[in-house]
Nanobody, 120 residues
């Protein structure tokens, strides 16, 4: 089993930035990433990173604004979210799994979620 602890959410004005963190322990996976879910909407893919080689993946909605990274020594993943928009408002969830993490939510392990609120 893997234990994921995500943090770093908060309130920010449009155009501002937040840095989300995800600390992992226990069983390791090949891919880690972030999903988000706004009220009344489905949970959607945001970004992912391959742990062995650091390859990154981004949803079109955040490409160019968000950056995912890893610190292997600390077993921690980060999501630097810049130029935030009101549409980015959601609960953000850290996740672990295989390559299919880019395609959907099936079979993934999850953190507890951290809320991001962006005001216009």
């Amino acid at each position: 089993q893997v234990h994921l602890i995500d943090s770093g959410g908060g309130w920010v004005q449009a155009g501002g930035s937040l840095r989300l963190s995800c600390a992992a322990s226990g069983r390791t996976f090949s891919f880690y990433g972030w999903f988000r879910q706004a009220p009344g909407k489905e949970r959607e893919f945001v970004s992912a990173i391959s742990w062995p080689d650091g390859n990154t993946y981004y949803a079109d909605a955040v490409k160019g604004r968000f950056t995912i990274s890893r610190d292997n020594a600390k077993n921690t993943m980060y999501l630097q979210a810049n130029s935030l928009k009101p549409e980015d408002t959601a609960v953000y969830y850290c996740a672990a799994g295989g390559l299919s993490i880019v395609s959907g939510t099936s079979g993934l392990f999850w953190g507890q979620g951290t809320k991001v609120t962006v005001s216009s």
